[in-house]
């Protein structure tokens, strides 16, 4: 069965490094996402990406964030620089059609820790 | 902005007897709705996607129901088993997936 697989599953770092989470999303599927947990807390919403743009992002997705697609598999978070607040487990997902119609496929997650 | 809660927040049954999770959202205004399976310091495992058009969807032992007008989901598990053990997480979508603290599920054998 087709899955979003993400890479690195543990990232340690040291606070005001960057970091750059990979994703593969499954093959077909045209719309893509970022979303973080903090442990104990919800899952956020951090950006969307459609046709090599960003569609939305929320408040937490700030300058230090980005997202690029460097060719036609992959699908990258950076953080430029970390903070301790940016520990967390960040997820990608993808879907067929948008958000408001599709289902989310999610990855396994990265851990990301900031010390 | 959109509020999803999920009640309880923690649940323990012995295996076999039916689960009943609740979820609720204060806008009406949703595309879809899915439930989500989280097992500890993994990934979110989709169960079922409800269409704000529908009113229920089924896969094996799972059902969920969605009330729109209500802001109110259900998600049933028939003769729950040790492996059913899980986070169960709902989420709502206008552009993007909320989601819900989730319910915790623990099936003692």
């Known amino acids: 069965e087709p899955e979003v697989t993400q890479t690195p599953s543990h990232q340690v770092t040291q606070m005001g490094q960057e970091v750059i989470l990979r994703c593969v999303p499954i093959s077909n599927h045209l719309y893509f996402y970022w979303y973080r947990q903090i442990l104990g807390q919800k899952v956020e919403f951090l950006v969307s990406f459609y046709n090599n743009e960003i569609s939305e992002k929320s408040e937490i997705f700030d300058d230090q964030f980005s997202v690029e697609r460097p060719d036609g598999s992959n699908f990258t978070l950076k953080i430029r620089s970390t903070k301790l607040e940016d520990s967390a487990m960040y997820f990608c997902?993808?879907?067929?059609?948008?958000?408001?119609?599709?289902?989310?496929?999610f990855g396994e997650g990265s851990r990301l820790t900031v010390l | 902005k959109q509020e999803v809660t999920q009640i309880p927040a923690a649940l323990s049954v012995p295996e076999g007897e039916n689960l009943v999770l609740n979820c609720s959202f204060t806008?009406?205004?949703?595309?879809?709705l899915q439930w989500f399976r989280q097992d500890p310091g993994k990934g979110l495992t989709s169960l079922l996607l409800i269409q704000s058009s529908q009113r229920e969807q089924t896969s094996g032992r799972l059902n969920a129901s969605l009330d729109k007008s209500s802001g109110r989901s259900t998600l049933y598990i028939a003769a729950s088993q040790p492996g059913d053990s899980a986070t169960y997480l709902c989420a709502v979508t206008g552009y993007k997936l909320s989601f819900g603290a989730g319910t915790t599920v623990t099936v003692r054998a």
């Open positions: 806008d009406s205004a949703i595309y879809n």
């Open positions: 997902a993808s879907s067929e059609s948008s958000a408001n119609t599709g289902e989310l496929f």
